[in-house]
């Protein structure tokens, strides 16, 4: 079993403001493929925030996201990292990390999440 944990969110940070969300992978001997951020906002459906596929180093990013969002991580240590500058209260959402041995669109693994409450 494989297990994820994202850490980093659960205060409060204002508009403008930077945090930076971790993710790390636990349990049985696991190699992703490629692992990814996601968001829900309160009443709306879960969204797709950034991808890293490990082999090609190849990033994707939301539009949403763009040019304030950085994903980076390390494959060996199974470790994944969101910094996220430049926060708008729109932002707010609980995010999950998300990793794959064989695919970079759907993900089997999932972390529980981490709340991120940016205010204005």
């Known amino acids: 079993q494989v297990q994820l944990v994202e850490s980093g969110g659960g205060g409060l940070v204002q508009a403008g403001g930077s945090l930076r969300l971790s993710c790390a992978a636990s349990?049985?001997?696991?190699?992703?493929?490629?692992m990814a951020w996601f968001r829900q906002a309160p009443g709306k459906e879960r969204e797709f925030v950034a991808r890293?596929?490990?082999?090609?180093?190849?990033?994707y990013y939301a539009d949403s996201v763009k040019g304030r969002f950085t994903i980076s991580g390390n494959n060996a240590e199974n470790t994944l990292y969101l910094q996220m500058n430049s926060l708008k209260p729109e932002d707010t959402a609980v995010y999950y990390c998300?990793?794959?041995?064989?695919?970079?669109?759907?993900?089997?693994?999932w972390g529980q999440g981490t709340q991120v409450t940016v205010s204005s």
């Open positions: 998300a990793a794959d041995p064989r695919s970079s669109v759907s993900f089997a693994y």
């Open positions: 349990g049985r001997t696991f190699s992703s493929f490629a």
């Open positions: 890293i596929i490990w082999s090609s180093g190849s990033i």
